[in-house]
């Protein structure tokens, strides 16, 4: 059975250069660039992202856009949310 190349992944743990990602239900450990190190953090802190984007082959954490996923961008989506409940129906 094939697994899939991307997975959702969080990070169990940040070192200074290295990290342990939890995606498929496996954890993987990885080192990091400076900047990679830098990314991650400021994803973690400012921006309160807790999910990355993992190759489950290559075993590396992606943060561009791989997979076209931009509804922030796309202008029929920004409002989603009106006209829906706390619960997710509709009014």
């Known amino acids: 059975?094939?697994?899939i190349k991307y997975?959702?992944?969080i990070i169990k743990e940040l070192g200074e250069n290295e990290a342990i990602i939890l995606a498929a239900g496996k954890e993987y450990h990885i080192l990091l660039t400076d900047e990679q190190t830098q990314t991650i953090q400021t994803l973690l802190l400012e921006e309160d992202i807790e999910y990355f984007l993992f190759d489950t082959e290559e075993?590396?954490?992606i943060f561009d856009d791989k997979l076209n996923m931009n509804e922030l961008n796309n202008e029929e989506l920004n409002?989603?949310?009106?006209g829906v409940n706390d619960d997710g129906t509709a009014e």
């Open 1 to 3: 059975m094939k697994s």
């Open 7 to 9: 997975e959702v992944g």
């Open 59 to 61: 075993e590396i954490l």
């Open 79 to 82: 409002n989603i949310n009106e």
